[in-house]
Structure formats: C-alpha cells, structure tokens
C-alpha cells in the first residue's frame, strides 16, 4: 500500500526560522492553487488506494474545512489507515476538529515548535501553550486519538529551563508521537542566512550553543522515554503502536505519490519533484496540465543506508551492499558509530549525534 501527500504552502505568518517554500501569500492564488491541486489529484491515474495520506506544508489547517473536504474525497478509499493534517496552534476550534473527523482524518500533527513565550516571541510565532492545551482539548473531544507535538532545539532565547518547561507542557498534554527536530541552519530561512552571516538579527546571536542544543536532545530523548514515548527515528518519538504509518513510508524507501508545489513522489524506482512555489505550480498546471517539474532514477542502493538508517530499529543490508560500503561500514564500527548485531545494522547513541557525517559517506 502507498501513501498520498498533499502540499499546502500557504501560512498566516513566515517564521524566522522556516526553510520550507511556503509564506504569506494572495488570498486570490490560493484559490487557484486548490483548484490546480484538485485538477492534479483528479488527472492521476487511480488504478490502486492509498492506506495513508499526509497533508503538509504550510498550514494545511487554515484552509475551510469544506474546501478540504473537497480534495480529500477526490482521492480513493475512505478510512484510510491514517490520515494525518499538520496544524499551526490556535487555528483549530471545535467545529473545525469535527468536520476534520468527518473528512476522514485520525491523525494531527501540531507544529508547536516551543511552549516558551519568549521563543515564541522571537521566530514569530502567534500562539501560547494555552492555545496549545485548548486545540488538544478539541481535538480529543472530535475524537482524535493520534495527536503529534512539534518541538525544535535550538531556538533563540532557548535555556534549560526553558526547553524542560516545553517538556513539561509535553508531559502535561500527553500526546501520542512528538518530533524534537534540531534548528536547521541554511541559507533558506532568514535566521540561517543571519546566522551563516554572523549578524544578530532574529535574535541570532541568542541561539544556544551547538552543545546546549545536544544537551537538550538528549534530554528530550530521556524524559520522552520515560513518558514510554520511544525514539523510533533520529527525530521522531511515539508510544507502541502510534508510529507514524505515512512518515515510516520514507523511511522504509515504500511509495508514495506528492500533490501540490514542491510535493515529492517515489514509485519505488524514480524519484519526482513538482515545482518549488505556489504560483509556478499554478502556472505549471495551467500551461501543461503537470507540475512535475524533474524527475530522477533512485539511487535505492545508497538511500537504503542514509534513509534507512535514520530508523532506530536500524537495516538489514543485502550480500552487494554490505560489499559496495564496507569502507565506511567498517571505519564507522571501529568508531562506534554504527553496530552490528548479526545482519542488522543501526546508528550507536553517538551515532545519532553525528549522523550527517554518516550519511555524508552513503550518498552517492
Ligand atoms: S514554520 Fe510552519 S507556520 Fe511557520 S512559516 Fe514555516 S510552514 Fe508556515
């Protein structure tokens, strides 16, 4: 069974902190940009059903319930076994989280990113734990049972003391999955680039130290673990049984299709990417009726390791593969960052710490 993505790129606010391609954009091209998605959902060629589908983006939340409605019942099969919608805090009520139910959807993901009203403050963020605990309250009285909280490390103005009460708050919610992402630094958010440039803008120079930010994964790891909400990916953490069905498709290198600007596709062979922003993928549906905008051979070989890695339960690796990797395979044990245990193959503690340089040596 596949998964569906749906890319919805459009916010109410650009957060200092965001690389993704998505922002405050015309009220008229989002309009168009659903018509366009439905027009791409519509022209796929349905010979199978999908048993996951993730809308992401963006705030997917923000759009009208009905408007949802609309795309969701365009694609096959209802239940599906998880159907998840990422959600900003304080644009959830009660009559939204019901209509969400009734469209078919069991899962939310909140993008909270900090309970801290300071951090908050600083990365533009509009909400408050309250607002926080009242959309869980919604949400749990629609019916959902699947709810994910969205934590970074490494926001501006971020302490200990400050980190553990957005662990507290965690705690306090009791949701069933938490993602604990680390601060991405690049030249795609206006906070990388000030970082990257060494100004102070955005409270850059507040970001805490690389080691504070180890300091509080490792903490949130911990206190996750004994809430009995295990790691079960580098940033991904869930009580048994409320693994993310859609996201473990990337992992596990299994297919899924991606509708919308910037959305990804594997069919277990090629790779596609539709184009990057909201209005080239409008221009892009209107002038050839496809947003494809390239389209690439997977290198499974490769990606089995840096994605597959990612996995804590860790990859089986074939006869040819242990052999086209046994350079790095044997440095990385000697290092103690991988272990071995038979034919399985997974990242060490130390491992996880410093997986961007393990997986620099398995891509291609
Ligand atoms: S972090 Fe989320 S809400 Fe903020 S701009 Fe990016 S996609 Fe939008």
């Given amino acids: 069974m596949s998964g569906v993505y749906i890319s919805f790129p459009f916010c109410s606010q650009k957060c200092t902190y965001c690389n993704f391609a998505s922002g405050v954009l015309p009220k008229t091209l989002e309009?168009?940009?659903?018509?366009?998605?439905?027009?791409e959902i519509v022209r796929h060629n349905w010979r199978w059903t999908p048993d996951t589908v993730y809308l992401g983006g963006g705030t997917p939340s923000q759009m009208d319930p009905?408007?949802?409605?609309?795309?969701?019942?365009?694609?096959?099969?209802?239940?599906?076994?998880?159907?998840t919608i990422e959600a900003?805090?304080?644009s959830i009520d009660a009559v939204k989280a019901a209509a969400w139910a009734r469209s078919g959807l069991n899962r939310v993901s909140l993008g909270v990113q900090s309970f801290a009203p300071r951090e908050l403050a600083r990365?533009?963020?509009?909400?408050?734990?309250?607002?926080?605990?009242?959309?869980?309250?919604?949400?749990?009285?629609?019916?959902?049972?699947?709810?994910n909280i969205?934590?970074?490390?490494?926001?501006?103005?971020?302490?200990?003391?400050?980190?553990?009460?957005?662990?507290?708050?965690v705690e306090k919610l009791a949701p069933d999955h938490v993602s604990v992402y680390m601060l991405e630094v690049d030249e795609d958010s206006r906070l990388g680039r000030e970082l990257l440039a060494g100004g102070g803008r955005y409270s850059a120079a507040e970001v805490p130290s690389d080691d504070l930010i180890v300091e509080f994964y490792e903490e949130a790891c911990e206190r996750l673990e004994r809430l009995g909400i295990h790691r079960?990916?580098?940033?991904?953490?869930?009580?048994?049984?409320?693994e993310s069905l859609h996201n473990l498709k990337y992992w596990k290198l299994e297919p899924y299709i991606g509708f919308g600007a910037d959305a990804h596709s594997f069919d277990g062979n090629m790779r596609g990417q539709n184009v990057e922003?909201?209005?080239?993928?409008?221009e892009a549906m209107r002038d050839r009726e496809s947003a494809v905008a390239e389209t690439v051979l997977a290198d499974l070989f490769s990606e089995r390791?840096?994605?597959?890695?990612?996995?804590?339960?860790?990859?089986?690796?074939?006869?040819?593969?242990?052999?086209?990797?046994?350079?790095?395979?044997?440095?990385?044990?000697?290092?103690?960052?991988?272990?071995?245990?038979?034919?399985?193959?997974r990242l060490t503690r130390q491992g996880v710490l410093l997986s961007n340089e393990v997986f620099a040596e398995f891509v291609a």
Wanted: glycine share 8%; charged share 25%.
């Fill in 31 to 39: 309009g168009q940009y659903v018509e366009a998605l439905r027009a």
């Fill in 66 to 83: 009905g408007t949802l409605d609309s795309i969701l019942s365009l694609i096959p099969w209802r239940p599906w076994k998880e159907a």
């Fill in 88 to 90: 900003a805090p304080g």
């Fill in 123 to 147: 990365t533009g963020r509009r909400h408050t734990a309250e607002t926080v605990a009242a959309d869980v309250q919604w949400l749990r009285e629609a019916g959902f049972e699947h709810i």
């Fill in 150 to 169: 969205d934590l970074i490390a490494g926001l501006p103005c971020q302490t200990r003391d400050s980190w553990n009460e957005s662990l507290d708050w």
């Fill in 232 to 242: 079960y990916e580098i940033s991904n953490f869930a009580r048994r049984g409320a």
């Fill in 277 to 282: 922003t909201a209005l080239q993928y409008v």
């Fill in 305 to 345: 390791f840096f994605v597959g890695l990612r996995m804590s339960e860790g990859i089986r690796p074939a006869e040819d593969e242990w052999k086209r990797f046994e350079e790095p395979i044997q440095r990385f044990l000697a290092e103690g960052l991988l272990e071995k245990n038979g034919d399985l193959l």
